[in-house]
């Protein structure tokens, strides 16, 4: 039997939650790092041990990044900070909001989005790293502002077998793509609503909450707006809306299958101004078919009145044949399925406010 890491950031501190049994039951550890903001996790499995990467962001020491070669046993961070914007920017580090592998070739290679908008880049396995300068220095970022939960970049997709392309998703920016590994930068925004903008289709300016990557097509995507559900099938080129069928078009996270074609995983909330669940109802909608219908997933959720949030990084997917589902809520609950959403359970309650999931078989 393999064993299962789901690894849980909190507002304050890193909680790992293990699975021996086929996911069956989990034993919980931590809190890692405690009383810290943790916003962002990954497990990178690129090499022959697993690694942990966390970003932390502690209110006395700022932020930083944690690495653990053992599963959370221990962990190591840099005496000094392992990002850091050059002096003559005039920028200072707020929080790591993304930490992304890169592609399977490339081992060492991992990339960081931050707050202030901005993308690092990693050639030692996320021990440290470097600004991208050319996506910090394009001429549309004096005009980039802040969500309410602040400018920064959420999202980070390297592509899968093309090494020079990236694409990054930022509040508020939008989405920005290279082609020629980070030396010029695009907007690709286009079909992407503002409706809080003058103009409300604009080049960039766009709050996109999240966007994720299919699992057979590296060209398709799908996006999580501020208000608008997309998917693009040119690699961020063009969008198109696939809202219809679900609830609402408002919410934070976007999770693609890990190797299903078409299936994305999805958890609406009212309204921009009414961020509960729709009839504070507690349910994730799946989709099979790349946003072409929807379906409702309730069974072994909540069933009365529930008003907690996702936030953008709070639900992912495992890497099991048969994918584990998994999303955390502001109130501090956990829920995983193991049929791929047919059904859920809940793996932990009463922790702090969930600001991310990551998990993986390990």
């Given amino acids: 039997m393999t064993t299962t890491l789901l690894a849980i950031g909190t507002g304050k501190g890193l909680f790992l939650a293990r699975s021996d049994d086929g996911r069956a039951s989990w034993q919980l550890s931590g809190p890692h790092f405690p009383m810290t903001g943790v916003y962002s996790v990954a497990i990178d499995k690129r090499r022959a ?45 707020e929080r790591v909001w993304q930490l992304a592998p890169g592609p399977a070739d490339e081992p060492d290679l991992v990339y960081a989005g931050t707050q202030p908008s901005a993308l690092f ?98 060209e398709r995507l799908y996006a999580q707006n501020h208000h608008g559900v997309y998917r693009s099938v040119d690699g961020g080129g063009t969008w198109q809306s696939i809202a219809e069928g679900l609830p609402s078009d408002f919410g934070f996270p976007m999770v693609a299958h890990p ?13 921009d101004g009414e961020r509960f669940p729709v009839d504070r109802r507690c349910r994730v909608y799946r989709s099979s078919d790349a946003g072409g219908s929807w379906e409702p997933l309730t069974a072994g959720l909540p069933s009365g009145p529930y008003y907690p949030a996702v936030l953008r ?39 702090p406010d969930v600001l991310c999931v990551r998990a993986a078989e390990v």
């Fill in 259 to 271: 190797h299903r074609s078409g299936v994305i995983y999805n958890f609406p909330l009212t309204a």
């Fill in 121 to 218: 880049r990693s050639v030692d396995g996320g021990v440290s790293y470097e600004l991208v300068r050319p996506l910090w220095d394009h001429p549309h970022r004096e005009e980039w502002g802040a969500g309410f939960g602040g400018q920064a970049i959420h999202s980070v997709l390297p592509h899968p077998t093309d090494p020079a392309r990236v694409v990054v998703a930022m509040s508020t920016g939008g989405v920005y793509r290279t082609d020629d590994a980070g030396a010029s930068w695009t907007p690709g925004n286009s079909g992407i609503r503002a409706y809080f903008l003058p103009e409300e289709w604009p080049e960039f300016g766009q709050c996109v909450h999240k966007i994720a990557r299919d699992a057979a097509d590296p």
């Fill in 49 to 93: 041990t697993p690694r942990l990467l966390a970003g932390v962001t502690s209110s006395h020491f700022g932020p930083s990044v944690g690495t653990s070669d053992d599963l959370g046993a221990s962990w190591r961070e840099p005496d000094e900070a392992p990002l850091s914007f050059p002096v003559e920017t005039g920028a200072t580090l």
């Fill in 313 to 351: 990084d709070a639900m992912c997917t495992d890497d099991s044949s048969t994918a584990g589902v998994y999303f955390g809520t502001r109130s501090g609950e956990v829920y995983a399925s193991r049929d791929e959403g047919d059904s859920w359970s809940l793996v932990a309650a009463h922790l």
